[in-house]
């Protein structure tokens, strides 16, 4: 059966004092033994993972029941122009896509716009464009690579102005490739992006609300979400927070209580700066606290 599952994106700080050896290959038990789920690993400085080491993570993760999902490198843009950056994008999807079927992860995360969109003389919708005709490209191959046949690519929502990839942009990506791309919702992003604009219930029902209209009701019932605190300036997302830091949004009582009457079942991936295990169990306490009194109130 379905359930949410709560987890981290990389290694908290006190997960390499617990683990001396610090390899993420002791990452799924450290987690599962704080009662999470779900873990991201994380390539964003590129895909250098060794095809044993993965195989080895996957049969760890598989263990211990705890979902992986792969955060493919930074350096991706679907928007780029120039022809040697957009086979570089590709390469790093297609290396991210092999490391997650050795691992057995069902979910490649990725940045759909590094670069500035708007680069001179040229507009979003442009941007948008080339970014679709690129990804066409890049799953095309993949297809063939027979990379996509379990696990599929998630474009996720950017936190900066200047980036490709605002909630919009992300749903265009995923609208023409029903079954092989879903988005994935950075919900501090999308706060930081709205200038701290979640702040209530309804803001992120409003939200889940375009996406099911947009790509169905079962991807919201499995989306794949990112949440942590975040420091915002007028260009959008600073940097990623974490729950000691109490002034800093969103708040993740907000969402949960939406995901509570809507029963919807996502992966929530805690991003939080150094405390992203703790945090994520955390989230994991609140959600259950409000569910229990969500089902004393019916
Ligand atoms: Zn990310």
Redesign the pocket.
């Known amino acids: 059966m379905n359930r949410i599952r709560f987890g981290a ?1 990389g290694n908290s700080q006190s997960f390499y004092k617990d683990n001396p050896k610090k390899s993420s290959l002791e990452a799924c038990r450290w987690l599962f033994a704080k009662g999470l789920d779900a873990y991201e690993y994380e390539c ?1 400085r590129g895909v250098k993972i060794s095809k044993e080491f993965a195989v080895k993570l996957g049969k760890e993760a598989k263990a211990c029941d705890v979902a992986l999902s792969l ?1 493919a490198p ?1 350096y991706i843009n679907l928007a780029a122009i120039n022809p040697e950056k957009q086979q570089a994008s590709m390469n790093h999807l297609l290396k991210s896509l092999e490391a997650a079927n050795w691992m057995g992860a069902t979910k490649v ?3 759909p716009g590094s670069g500035n969109p708007a680069e001179e003389g040229d507009t979003r919708e442009k941007a948008l464009e080339r970014a679709k005709a690129l990804f066409e490209k890049i799953i095309e191959q993949a297809t063939q690579l027979e990379l996509l046949e379990d696990v599929y690519l998630a474009p ?1 929502t ?1 936190g900066k102005k200047n980036q490709l990839g605002n909630l919009d942009e992300v749903i265009a990506l995923c609208k023409e490739h029903p079954g092989v791309a879903y988005p ?1 919702i ?1 919900w501090a ?1 999308l706060y930081a992006l709205g200038n701290g604009g979640l702040q209530k219930e309804e803001d992120f029902a409003i939200i889940l609300e375009k996406i099911e209209q947009a790509l169905g009701d079962e991807t919201c019932q499995h989306l794949h979400c ?1 949440f942590s605190p975040i420091e915002y300036t007028v260009g959008g997302e600073k940097r990623h927070r974490n729950l000691s830091d109490e002034i800093y949004g969103p708040d993740f009582s907000l969402l949960a209580k939406v995901l509570i009457k809507k029963n919807y079942t996502p992966t929530i991936i805690c ?1 939080s700066a150094s405390t992203q295990a703790e945090d994520a169990v955390a989230f994991k306490h609140m959600y259950r606290e409000l569910k229990r009194q969500h089902l004393s109130d019916i």
């Open positions: 994106g964003t955060h930074y995360v990725f940045h996720e950017m994935t950075d992003h990112h991003e």
